[in-house]
């Protein structure tokens, strides 16, 4: 995708050096466009933690890109550096997906082999990413062309960011809305600010803005008065695990948009990569881990002043306790469909077995 005319991936190596690795730091989108290098595996668990990189197909690819790190410095270092990059954040799967393909890469390889393998296999989990998010894109168009064909125009409510930043390439989401915007279907995007971080009204904003594409920033809450009106013809969101039977966790919120999208009939649809359907779980309230982050991201707020200086206020009453749980799971039956790279499924065992019938089996 691009920037300023400038076409990005949202991790690559960098190609001066040859080994280390470039993201763009996400704390600081929209207000500052900066790019970080990352020299150490470290730095790649830092960047994951506190959120330099989000979105679970991208943490996914950092992680893979951090064992690459690891192993150029000390090859035999593997079985530490796994589980620390996989302890960095609890509900995305794709993170144990990516680490689990590094660990079947690497581990019965010599020593010396081990760096060249590593980078070699979070390329290709890079590359596969990126391709399987534009098969997502053509897979949800049809959705997307048959209102505006309908219609002449379509309004899609999307809640977090779930576009290229938090992929590879293209976004999940955000990708089936790309393709018809770039067919030229009349697309506007309602944009949920997705508080406590934003990441609507800072991240899915500013690559909707870059690339054209119309939309509207709205607070959370407005999405079920919206859709009383008839002002939102579907949903689409991206997903951090999708279980066996279909449930999806994602973007805390989530849950709320498709109980409203639902009592409204509304389609609330979910886009996910191979790499996020988790088939060892399959009841996602009960058993997806559900990430606690600081009360601090409730409590505050971060902006950029007039003066162009980024800040970050508080903006609840001294003294107020603030819980944060990041993610929330939305059952199967909220769910009207997904959208994969192989094609559209109901959410539910058997959808899923036809889509991916080399899980069927276990
Ligand atoms: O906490 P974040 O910003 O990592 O959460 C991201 C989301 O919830 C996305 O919707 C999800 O990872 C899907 S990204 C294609």
């Known amino acids: 995708?691009?920037?300023?005319?400038?076409?990005?991936?949202?991790?690559?190596?960098?190609?001066?050096?040859?080994?280390?690795?470039?993201?763009?730091?996400?704390?600081?989108?929209?207000?500052?466009?900066?790019?970080?290098?990352?020299?150490?595996?470290?730095?790649?668990?830092?960047?994951?933690?506190?959120?330099?990189?989000?979105?679970?197909?991208?943490?996914?690819a950092v992680a893979a890109y951090g064992v690459a790190l690891a192993m150029r410095a000390d090859p035999t270092s593997l079985d530490r550096v796994l589980p620390a990059l996989n302890a960095t954040r609890p509900t995305a799967i794709n993170l144990r997906w990516a680490l689990d393909r590094q660990r079947a890469a690497l581990h019965n390889l010599p020593v010396e082999a081990r760096a060249e393998a590593a980078y070699a296999e979070a390329a290709a989990i890079a590359d596969d990413d990126a391709e399987?998010?534009?098969?997502?894109?053509?897979?949800?168009?049809?959705?997307?062309?048959?209102?505006?064909?309908?219609?002449?125009?379509?309004n899609v409510l999307t809640h977090c960011n779930a576009g290229w930043l938090a992929t590879v390439d293209w976004g999940t989401a955000l990708a089936p809305i790309y393709m018809a915007h770039d067919a030229g279907h009349d697309v506007h995007v309602w944009v949920d600010e997705t508080r406590p971080r934003n990441q609507g009204a800072a991240l899915t904003a500013f690559e909707l803005g870059a690339h054209g594409v119309p939309h509207t920033v709205i607070a959370d809450n407005a999405g079920g008065h919206l859709m009383q009106h008839g002002d939102v013809d579907l949903c689409i969101v991206g997903t951090d695990r999708v279980t066996r039977q279909g449930?999806?966790?994602?973007?805390?919120g989530t849950y709320?948009?498709?109980?409203?999208?639902?009592?409204?009939g509304i389609p609330f649809w979910?886009?996910?990569?191979?790499?996020t359907l988790d088939w060892r779980v399959r009841d996602g309230v009960a058993e997806i881990p559900i990430e606690e982050r600081s009360g601090a991201e409730v409590t505050e707020l971060t902006g950029r002043t007039a003066?162009?200086?980024?800040?970050?206020?508080?903006?609840?009453?001294?003294?107020?306790?603030?819980?944060?749980?990041?993610?929330?799971?939305?059952?199967?039956?909220l769910v009207t469909g997904l959208i994969t790279e192989r094609g559209r499924c109901e959410a539910s065992e058997a959808g899923l077995a036809a889509m991916y019938p080399e899980f069927a089996g276990q």
């Not at 709320?256 to 409204?264: E, G, S, V, Y």
């Not at 749980?325 to 199967?332: N, Q, R």
């Open 307 to 333: 003066d162009g200086r980024i800040e970050t206020v508080r903006v609840v009453a001294e003294g107020s306790a603030a819980a944060n749980p990041a993610f929330d799971v939305t059952p199967a039956r």
């Open 270 to 275: 979910v886009a996910l990569p191979h790499s």
């Open 132 to 154: 399987t998010c534009q098969r997502i894109g053509e897979n949800g168009l049809p959705l997307l062309a048959e209102v505006a064909a309908r219609k002449g125009k379509v």
């Open 247 to 252: 449930d999806v966790a994602n973007k805390i």
């Open 1 to 60: 995708m691009k920037i300023n005319g400038t076409s990005y991936r949202s991790v690559w190596v960098d190609p001066e050096d040859g080994w280390s690795v470039r993201i763009f730091d996400q704390t600081r989108l929209p207000w500052s466009v900066d790019i970080l290098q990352l020299t150490t595996w470290e730095a790649a668990a830092h960047a994951i933690r506190s959120m330099q990189v989000r979105g679970a197909p991208l943490i996914g």
């Open 256 to 264: 709320l948009k498709a109980l409203a999208a639902r009592d409204n």
